[in-house]
C-alpha cells in the first residue's frame, strides 16, 4: 500500500514559523512556492483561469489567517489544498459555472517549449484541449478525484481526508472516474 | 470476481495502493487475460495524459497581490491566537466574540472547578493554592522549613528549605523558587500593555512541592487540587522531610492516572502551567532523583504574557511569546532519554531503577530563556525581573508501582 504523504517539511516549517512571528515575507515564500501547483489544479478542476485564480488567492489569504491552527500534521501542501477545495466549492455553489468545462480551452500559458517541431507542439496541444474537455466532461466527483490522484499526486489515504470519504469509497470512484474519462475521451476524439 | 471489481482492482494496482494478496491477483489477472491487460495499458495512457497537460503558471503579480491582502488583514495570526485561546480579550477582537466567549470560558472554568473538587484524597500533604490562604498556608510552610534541618540527601545535593510562597524571598530559597513566587499564580498575573485583559478565567492554583517528601507525597502534590483539606495538609506537614527532593512548581491543570498492566509501574499524565525555566529546572531535578521516570515532555502553548519590569524584558518578550507559540503550533513533542510511552516493559524498569540521568534540556526553550538560565547558573546577579511566558506543558511520568504505594517513600518490594 502507498504510504501516506510526509509530514511538513522543514522549509515549509521555518516559512511557517516566520509568518506565526510576524514576518509576512516569510508567508510571500509559501505562496510563491506553493501557487502554481495550487493554480494548475484548480485550473484542472473549474477549467476557468479566473476562477482558479481567484480561488487559488481566497486560499491563501484564509491560510493566513488560519496558519495558527496548522499542527504539522499533514502535509502542508494537503493543508492547504483542504482550503483551496472548499473555497472552490463554496464559489461554486455561490455561482454556477459561466463558462462550459466542456468549451473551455487549455488555458495559461504556452506549452513546454521542448525543442519541438511547431506541428509536434500543434498536436501536443490539441491533444490537451481534448483531455481538459473530457477531463470537464465529467461530473464533479470524478473530476476532483481524478485531479487530486493524476495531477496532484495524493495518495488515496489524503484524497480520503480531503474529500472527507472512506479510503474505500476513494477507491471505487477513482476506478469509475477512469472509465468515464475512458469514454469521453473516445467520444471526442470520435467527434473531431 | 466480477468485471466491475477486476477493473476496480487493476485500477488500484496503478496506483500502488493494493494489499500484497491482491497484488499477486491482479499480476496473474494481467499475464492470463488480455482484456484486463488492455485496460491496464489504458488507464496508464490516461495517466500519462493528465500528468504532461501543460503546466500553468500565475503572473508575478500574484504573490505581490496576495501578501498585500493579508497585509490588511488584522490581527496577525500569532494576535489572534492570543486573543482567543490566551487572554480572551483583546483590543482586535470583536466585541460579538468577547460574548460567545465569555460563557464558553465561564463553563470551562466551572468544569474545571468541578474536576478539582472532585480529586480523591490524593492531597494528604502540604499543597497550597496561592489564592487566598497565602499568607497562613505560607507561615506554616515556613515554619516547618525552619524545623527542618537542612539534611543531605542521598545524591549530596544540599537540601533546600522547604520555602514556598513567603511573602519575601530569603537568601536560602531557591533562585526559581523567589521567581515563581512573585510572578506566578492569578493574583500576580498582570496583563501586560499589549494584551490588556481582564484575568483569566481559569481557576489556577499554584502549588509548589516542598522538598525533603517522599515520593507519593510529591506525586500527590502535583495531582491533587483544591483548597479545605486542611486537616489533611497539617497531617502531611507532621510527616517532616527526610530527604530532599526537587520542587515541582506549575499550576496544575489536570491529571490522569494509568495503571500498566505489563510491568510494576503507573503512567501519570499532567497538565501543568507555569514559566518554562522554572518547569524546565524543576523537570531535570525530579529527573536526577532516580525514582520515577519522566518520559514524556509536551509543550502544548503558551498560555499568558507576563509582567515586565524593564525596557529589555519587554522588547524580549515579544519574541519570547513568538517563539513559544511555535511549540504550541506544531505540537512539538520532546522525548525525554531514551523511553518511549510504550518501550517494553523490562526496559522500562531498568530505567525506573535509576542510573544516573542524563540532564538535557526538557523543553525547547526561546534562546532567551537559554540564556538567562545559563546566567543563574553561574551565579551572576538578577537585576531585571524578566518578562515572561507562561507555559502549558503535559508531563508524563512513570512511577513504579512499589514507590507510587509506599508511604513515606518505603519501597514495598
Redesign the interface.
Known amino acids: 500500500m502507498k504510504t501516506a504523504m510526509p509530514r511538513v517539511t522543514k522549509e515549509d516549517l521555518r516559512m511557517i514559523e516566520n509568518t506565526l512571528a510576524g514576518d509576512t515575507e516569510a508567508f510571500g515564500e509559501l505562496v510563491e512556492k506553493h501557487q502554481n501547483r495550487l493554480y494548475h489544479s484548480m485550473l484542472r478542476l473549474s477549467g476557468s483561469p479566473e476562477e482558479a485564480r481567484d480561488v487559488v488567492q481566497d486560499t491563501f489569504v484564509r491560510a493566513f489567517v488560519k496558519l495558527n491552527t496548522f499542527r504539522g500534521t499533514s502535509n502542508f501542501y494537503t493543508w492547504l489544498y483542504r482550503i483551496a477545495f472548499n473555497t472552490a466549492m463554496t464559489q461554486r455553489r455561490r455561482a454556477r459555472p459561466a463558462v462550459s468545462l466542456e468549451q473551455v480551452r487549455v488555458c495559461g500559458g504556452e506549452p513546454e517549449d521542448r525543442g519541438e517541431q511547431p506541428d509536434q507542439r500543434l498536436a501536443k496541444q490539441d491533444e490537451a484541449e481534448q483531455i481538459q474537455r473530457a477531463l470537464g466532461a465529467l461530473a464533479e466527483e470524478h473530476r476532483t478525484v481524478l485531479v487530486l490522484r493524476e495531477i496532484d499526486d495524493f495518495s488515496y489515504e489524503n484524497i480520503a481526508q480531503i474529500l472527507a470519504l472512506p479510503v474505500g469509497t476513494v477507491r471505487s470512484r477513482l476506478h469509475r472516474a477512469r472509465m468515464r474519462m475512458k469514454e469521453e475521451i473516445e467520444r471526442i476524439m470520435q467527434k473531431d | 470476481m466480477d468485471i466491475?471489481h477486476r477493473?476496480?482492482l487493476i485500477?488500484?494496482y496503478l496506483?500502488?495502493?493494493?494489499?500484497a494478496a491482491e497484488q499477486q491477483q491482479v499480476l496473474q489477472l494481467l499475464s492470463e487475460d488480455e482484456a484486463a491487460h488492455k485496460l491496464f495499458n489504458?488507464?496508464q495512457l490516461?495517466?500519462e495524459?493528465?500528468?504532461?497537460?501543460?503546466?500553468?503558471?500565475?503572473n508575478e503579480d500574484?504573490?505581490?497581490?496576495?501578501?498585500e491582502?493579508?497585509?490588511q488583514?488584522s490581527p496577525?495570526?500569532?494576535q489572534?491566537?492570543l486573543s482567543q485561546e490566551v487572554v480572551g480579550r483583546s483590543a482586535e477582537t470583536p466585541a460579538w466574540g468577547r460574548i460567545l466567549l465569555w460563557p464558553a470560558m465561564a463553563v470551562a472554568a466551572a468544569i474545571l472547578l468541578m474536576v478539582f473538587y472532585d480529586q480523591p484524597d490524593l492531597s494528604q500533604h502540604a499543597l497550597e493554592p496561592v489564592g487566598g490562604r497565602k499568607e497562613e498556608s505560607v507561615a506554616r510552610l515556613d515554619q516547618q522549613a525552619q524545623q527542618s534541618q537542612q539534611p543531605q540527601d542521598e545524591a549530596g545535593l544540599k537540601t533546600e528549605r522547604p520555602t514556598i510562597q513567603s511573602a519575601t524571598p530569603s537568601p536560602e530559597t531557591p533562585a526559581f523558587a523567589r521567581e515563581d513566587r512573585n510572578e506566578i499564580g492569578p493574583q500576580t498575573l498582570i496583563p501586560s500593555k499589549a494584551i490588556q485583559s481582564p484575568p483569566r478565567p481559569l481557576p489556577t492554583y499554584t502549588f509548589a512541592v516542598r522538598t525533603g517528601v517522599d515520593l507519593r507525597s510529591q506525586l500527590d502534590r502535583i495531582l491533587s487540587h483544591g483548597p479545605g483539606r486542611e486537616a489533611q495538609r497539617s497531617s502531611a506537614a507532621k510527616r517532616a522531610p527526610t530527604r530532599t527532593r526537587a520542587p515541582l512548581e506549575g499550576l496544575v491543570l489536570s491529571r490522569s492516572r494509568q495503571s500498566r498492566h505489563d510491568d510494576r509501574s503507573t503512567q501519570y499524565v499532567y497538565e501543568l502551567e507555569g514559566d518554562p525555566r522554572a518547569i524546565e529546572r524543576s523537570l531535570q531535578r525530579l529527573q536526577s532523583t532516580g525514582d520515577f521516570r519522566l518520559v514524556s515532555v509536551t509543550s502544548l502553548d503558551p498560555v499568558a504574557k507576563m509582567d515586565s519590569s524593564s525596557s529589555r524584558a519587554a522588547s524580549h518578550s515579544d519574541?519570547e511569546l513568538?517563539?513559544a507559540?511555535?511549540a504550541k503550533?506544531?505540537?512539538e513533542k520532546h522525548r525525554i532519554a531514551a523511553a518511549a510511552p510504550n518501550k517494553p516493559a523490562a526496559s522500562a524498569d531498568r530505567d525506573l531503577a535509576g542510573s544516573p540521568r542524563e540532564t538535557k534540556s526538557f523543553l525547547e526553550l526561546p534562546e532567551q530563556f537559554e540564556g538567562k538560565g545559563a546566567e543563574e547558573a553561574s551565579g551572576a546577579e538578577e537585576t531585571v525581573s524578566p518578562a515572561k511566558s507562561t507555559y502549558r506543558v503535559r508531563l508524563i511520568l512513570l512511577v513504579k508501582r512499589g514507590q507510587e504505594d509506599s508511604p513515606q517513600g518505603q519501597k514495598r518490594d
Open positions: 466491475s477493473e476496480e485500477s488500484a496506483d500502488g495502493e493494493l494489499s489504458e488507464f490516461l495517466r495524459s493528465l500528468r504532461t497537460l501543460p503546466a500553468e503558471q500565475l500574484f504573490t505581490r497581490e496576495v501578501i491582502r493579508v497585509k488583514r496577525a495570526p500569532l489572534a491566537s519574541q513568538a517563539q507559540s511555535k503550533r506544531f505540537g
